[in-house]
């Protein structure tokens, strides 16, 4: 175990150290000046120069970069070119939105997700389970902003069950969660019907049928915990993107997350804050990953980490 955990260490630094190359190069080759964002319209020659030296966009690409990955072995992140205040400071000030969204956002899509693949695979090839994949496919090709504002008017707007936007209560998640449910619940579903139909196949659940044993206890306890296995993975995956921010979601329903932040930086071209967001999503699909991997064998004693 102790082995495994170090390469998959050594594998994700890696990773995210390439993660923050391409990125920052992508941003150093983007034809928008952040120095004239910050200058304003108005600026001379002269100011915009002064300001470009201070922040040392003068220098090449490798002066800049190898500059900031200086500061990112010693744990800071920069600081954001307009607002003056530490990248760290800002990303952990939206954070606990965010981890909020995520959370409640999962659970959605898993309970939707995975009642509907069961159901589905349950009955295979009848008019429920034909029913439940047109559904999974309708969610998973619907908009977000779409199924957004939908939700809003019918519940916000209309019947009044829910606040229209904003932070802090029960209220204000249940719409945004629902949303993210409604959107990723087809893609678990029809992951979990594919998982389910072939475990129910398999030897040992016909051995487990001819032993007499009940057909909820077959299901539950013998067909259930190997078919969830790619799901775990997929939950992993879906913990980087949550904490990337789902943007069109948080800006319909005013949610102050990451991914508001991460859009209003690419609007301003406010390089340091959109390398922190980036990071910080890289590295949380790098640990949900991890964290699918390690959760894995506990599931299924025959998975072993090697």
Do not use: C
Request: charged share 15%.
């Amino acid at each position: 175990m102790a082995g495994y955990l170090l390469r998959r260490l050594v594998q994700s630094a890696l990773i995210l150290l390439g993660v923050s190359f391409i990125t920052y190069f992508l941003l150093f080759i983007l034809p928008a000046d952040p120095v004239r964002q910050i200058a304003g319209r108005a600026a001379t020659a002269e100011t915009v120069a002064n300001i470009r030296e201070q922040l040392g966009l003068d220098q090449p690409f490798l002066v800049q970069y190898s500059r900031y990955l200086a500061g990112l072995f010693q744990g800071d992140l920069g600081r954001s070119y307009l607002q003056r205040t530490e990248v760290s400071t800002l990303i952990g000030a939206r954070l606990p939105a965010t981890l909020q969204l995520m959370a409640a956002g999962i659970a959605t899509e898993l309970v939707l997700g995975l009642s509907m693949g069961v159901a589905a695979a349950l009955t295979r090839g009848k008019a429920l389970d034909n029913s439940l994949m047109i559904t999974s496919f309708v969610t998973v090709s619907a908009p977000q902003f779409v199924v957004s504002l939908l939700l809003l008017y019918v519940f916000a707007v209309k019947l009044g069950w829910f606040p229209i936007g904003g932070y802090g209560t029960f209220a204000h998640i249940v719409l945004p969660a629902l949303t993210l449910g409604l959107l990723g619940s087809g893609w678990y579903s029809r992951m979990m019907r594919s998982s389910m139909v072939e475990v129910l196949r398999t030897d040992y659940i016909r051995t487990a049928r001819a032993k007499g044993l009940t057909r909820a206890r077959v299901i539950l306890r013998h067909a259930l915990p190997n078919a969830v296995l790619p799901v775990i993975a997929m939950i992993g995956i879906d913990i980087g993107i949550f904490m990337g921010g789902i943007v069109v979601v948080e800006s319909v329903f005013g949610w102050p997350g990451i991914g508001q932040l991460a859009w209003q930086a690419i609007q301003r071209v406010d390089i340091p804050i959109i390398m922190g967001v980036t990071l910080v999503s890289a590295a949380a699909i790098v640990i949900g990953n991890l964290l699918a991997d390690l959760i894995a064998p506990f599931i299924d004693p025959r998975i072993k980490l090697r």
